[in-house]
């Protein structure tokens, strides 16, 4: 896509950091220097691990921060219905960029990533997504960008030009380092991990019980191209298009001849 056609897009930025993230504030420096005509529209707070929901059961309010930049007091998925529905329903964005997420959204975190929720949501409506993530070190805080600033637009750029498939977002993430020590990018599989799930029972000052949900994995398979071996082994950049719609054909014919006789 020519420069002259990018400047004439319109780009949605939003993320499940919260509109005041250090990651958010990147991705909307690189979505400026493609075209003037970006829109930020992103939780209000943090909604990190919302995956796809969606709120019906409050209102959601909207305050507009400074022009062009409004925050949500919903989900990631809840910002791009909003940005579609009311804040540009004149005209929907070309593009949705979401993040920049603190932390990679590789293998099955993808499942539940507020970032990618976001994309799935945009994508659903038929409008190009991408999902940008940064990964991190444990307990460690994404403060600048600047491998990000450096790779993203020409990625963006490319993957303007291509023909891109209805119902598919793609989710790209960035490995830790510097500029220099990038090996490149790749197209890669979803990893598998076996994730395993804590809850920890605690005590208020009341003596009331609480709940804290907390993840780690005991194993993953490792294969060639998967995102995790491809960005955390070999230091690339990755790109996995993924499908919002959640059928599995494969196993569909042995379904229908199984119910094929009376039940």
Known sequence: ???????????????DDG???????ALERIANSITPDVWTVAPSVNHSGRAFSLTFESILRVDELSPRRFAVSGTPADCTYIALGEILK??????????INNGSNIGDYVSFSGTVGATFAAASAGIKAIAVSQDVGPNEQ?????LIEHYLPNIIKKLLGFDWPQDVCMN??????????VCGVRIARQGRMQLKWHVDRRLDPSGSPYFWLHSDFTNRSEFDNSDIQLLEEKKM???????????????????????????
């Open 172 to 181: 790209i993430n960035f490995p830790r380092g510097a500029v220099g020590d």
């Open 90 to 99: 004149d005209r929907p964005p070309d593009l949705v960029l979401s993040g």
């Open 237 to 263: 950049i990755t790109i996995t298009p993924l499908l919002c719609r959640h059928e599995y054909l494969d196993c569909m014919q042995d379904l229908e001849e199984l119910f094929s006789a009376n039940v």
């Open 1 to 15: 896509m020519a420069n002259n056609e990018l400047s004439k897009l319109r780009i949605l930025v939003t993320n």
């Open 142 to 146: 994404m403060t600048k960008c600047p």
């Open 19 to 25: 509109i005041n993230s250090t990651g958010i504030k």
